[in-house]
T-cell receptor
Framework: GAVVSQHPSRVICKSGTSVKIECRSL??????MFWYRQFPKQSLMLMAT?????????EQGVEKDKFLINHASLTLSTLTVTSAHPEDSSFYIC??????????????FGEGSRLTVL | GQSLEQPSEVTAVEGAIVQINCTYQ??????LSWYQQHDGGAPTFLSY????GLEETGRFSSFLSRSDSYGYLLLQELQMKDSASYFC?????????????FGTGTRLKVLA
């Protein structure tokens, strides 16, 4: 099956620093990737839709200047949490849909990145 | 707003059958999917319904009624490893403009 790889899996940083999370589709091209945030025992909240070669589309309430998304190639999207604060601590997960699989509705997820801001 | 409602928790014993419901209200509808997520892990795809009716994949089946904005996931012959969270998800737009909205999630506990 398709594989999406996310890195790093865990990161601890000091308040005020920036953290970059990478999401790669390893065996398919992903023109669109999705970034989700998940708090413990809660649902996946869509943060933004990342489109290759264009600006990301952010969901209402998500600060685009704080959560910078770049989708520079068909296999890589990055999420940068800028000037991180403790309230940004969360589980961030990326996902992508393999082209041509529109009918199945299947999303492939990265392993997730657990961010802890001290 | 958009919402997908699920029961928060379901408990069942090994070997039993359990049904997890999902009612949705979205701006658009292009299919209902189901995902399983174990604690600390990433969601994995289980099933998809684009049209009304029942889809069967091994021990898992999923049902959709678009007129009722309702679907369910049916898990048969429950095993301990099925203890996890289950999410329904709706794709809300056509190709090029879509996004996936996830339900509130259901934690399934399977007891020995």
């Amino acid at each position: 099956g398709a594989v999406v790889s996310q890195h790093p899996s865990r990161v601890i940083c000091k308040s005020g620093t920036s953290v970059k999370i990478e999401c790669r589709s390893l065996d398919f091209q992903a023109t669109t990737m999705f970034w989700y945030r998940q708090f413990p025992k809660q649902s996946l909240m869509l943060m933004a839709t990342s489109n290759e070669g264009s600006k990301a589309t952010y969901e209402q309430g998500v600060e685009k200047d704080k959560f910078l998304i770049n989708h520079a190639s068909l296999t890589l999207s990055t999420l940068t949490v800028t000037s991180a604060h403790p309230e940004d601590s969360s589980f961030y997960i990326c996902s992508a849909r393999r082209g041509g699989a529109l009918g199945t509705g299947e999303l492939f997820f990265g392993e997730g990145s657990r961010l802890t801001v001290l | 707003g958009q919402s997908l409602e699920q029961p928060s928790e379901v408990t069942a014993v090994e070997g039993a059958i359990v049904q997890i419901n999902c009612t949705y209200q979205t701006s658009g509808f292009y299919g209902l999917s189901w995902y399983q997520q174990h604690d600390g892990g990433a969601p994995t795809f289980l099933s998809y319904n684009g049209l009304d009716g029942l889809e069967e994949t091994g021990r898992f089946s999923s049902f959709l009624s678009r007129s009722d904005s309702y679907g369910y996931l049916l898990l048969q012959e429950l095993q301990m490893k099925d203890s996890a969270s289950y999410f329904c998800a709706v794709r809300d737009g056509p190709s090029g403009t879509y996004k996936y909205i996830f339900g509130t999630g259901t934690r399934l506990k399977v007891l020995a």
